[in-house]
């Protein structure tokens, strides 16, 4: 299986703050999915990457932005963080059988 | 675009009760379907899958059934224990945007005693 690591578990930032949140995983798997989870909303996707330097947007990428350098390694970043955007931040990795690894999450508070 | 409809929650049952959660879905093409649970204070897991109609997903009593013509993928269990209280999440994987999972809200389940 693949681990999925994610910079913090928890962040405090003030608003105004630009923010990175990381994911890395140990494996060389082409498909990275940032997601927001919010409670009665369910996961929603912000940005994916299916390789080096490609990105898409997904479903509520307003406000965010993404960045990936390496294969292993791709980046979310709220360049502004607002009150808003205080949630719960998942990575996710899918492999060639299409199985998906989860990160274990970031839980972000923007005060 | 593709969506996820799941019932809303919480769902409240006594332990060995049987448990229904509904799911539906709208995808264009045929999308792999999959039941993700998450249990208090930790990340989303895998429950079960199924990758084409007819197919049917099961595990640790668990079971869902991948209905094409009612659109449908409804968890079921037949005896919940305590230890099932968690959120359950319904997903589908489309056949575009780089195959990403689409979730439905989520639906808590409480077992008591």
């Known amino acids: 299986d693949v681990k999925v690591t994610q910079s913090s578990r928890y962040l405090v930032k003030r608003t105004g703050e630009k923010v990175f949140l990381e994911c890395v995983q140990d494996?060389?798997?082409?498909?990275m999915f940032w997601y927001r989870q919010d409670p009665g909303l369910g996961l929603r996707l912000i940005y994916f990457?299916?390789?080096?330097?490609?990105?898409e947007k997904g479903d509520i990428p307003e406000g965010y932005s993404v960045s990936r350098e390496k294969k292993e390694r791709f980046s979310l970043i709220l360049e502004s963080a607002s009150t808003n955007q205080t949630s719960m931040y998942l990575c996710?990795?899918?492999?060639?059988?299409?199985?998906?690894?989860f990160g274990p999450g970031t839980r972000l508070t923007v005060l | 675009g593709d969506s996820v409809t799941q019932m809303e929650g919480p769902v409240t049952l006594s332990e060995e009760a049987f448990l229904t959660i509904n799911c539906t879905y709208t995808a264009t093409g045929y999308p792999s379907l999959f039941w993700y649970v998450q249990y208090p204070g930790e990340g989303l897991q895998l429950l079960l899958k199924?990758?084409?109609?007819?197919d049917k997903g099961s595990n640790k009593g668990f079971e869902a059934t991948y209905r094409k013509e009612t659109t449908s993928f409804h968890l079921e269990k037949g005896s919940v224990q305590v230890s099932d209280s968690a959120v359950y999440f319904c997903a589908l994987t489309g056949t575009g945007g780089g195959n990403k999972l689409t979730f439905g809200t989520g639906t808590q389940l409480k077992v008591e005693l």
């Open positions: 990457s299916y390789d080096v330097k490609m990105k």
């Open positions: 996710v990795i899918r492999d060639s059988n299409y199985e998906q690894f």
């Open positions: 199924a990758t084409k109609a007819d």
């Open positions: 494996m060389d798997h082409e498909n």
